[in-house]
Nanobody
Framework: QVQLVESGGGLVQPGGSLRLSCAVS????????MGWYRQAPGKQRELVAT???????TYAESEKGRFTISRDNAKNTVALQINSLKPEDTAVYYCNGYLSIGIGGKDYWGKGTLVTVSS
């Protein structure tokens, strides 16, 4: 069974940096597009970044270069580096994997890790 487990969240001050990590179990990582999403209190879950199997990354326009996504296909992990953190970055961050399976695909989700940005 495929499982995604996030780690690295916590309490940080505005302007600080944080690195989130996601470990993926199972034998699907090398064939899965990975991504990070977040959900702030009272708001919908939104896309932060994605990265393809060949390490092509895309980001939400609103992030303006503060976020960097990476993956290690040998270790079955994906990371999200966040710099210049702002209070509005406070959210539960979720790791996502999308596996193409012929006609469609299948989404896998972690349980999330909480990032709180406050002074």
């Amino acid at each position: 069974q495929v499982q995604l487990v996030e780690s690295g969240g916590g309490l940080v001050q505005p302007g600080g940096s944080l690195r989130l990590s996601c470990a993926v179990s199972g034998s699907i990582f090398s064939a899965t597009r990975m991504g990070w999403y977040r959900q702030a209190p009272g708001k919908q879950r939104e896309l932060v970044a994605t990265i393809t199997i060949s390490c092509i990354a895309t980001y939400a326009e609103s992030e303006k270069g503060r976020f960097t996504i990476s993956r290690d296909n040998a270790k079955n992990t994906v990371a999200l580096q966040i710099n210049s953190l702002k209070p509005e970055d406070t959210a539960v961050y979720y790791c996502n994997g999308y596996l193409s399976i012929g006609i469609g695909g299948k989404d896998y989700w972690g349980k999330g890790t909480l990032v709180t940005v406050s002074s």
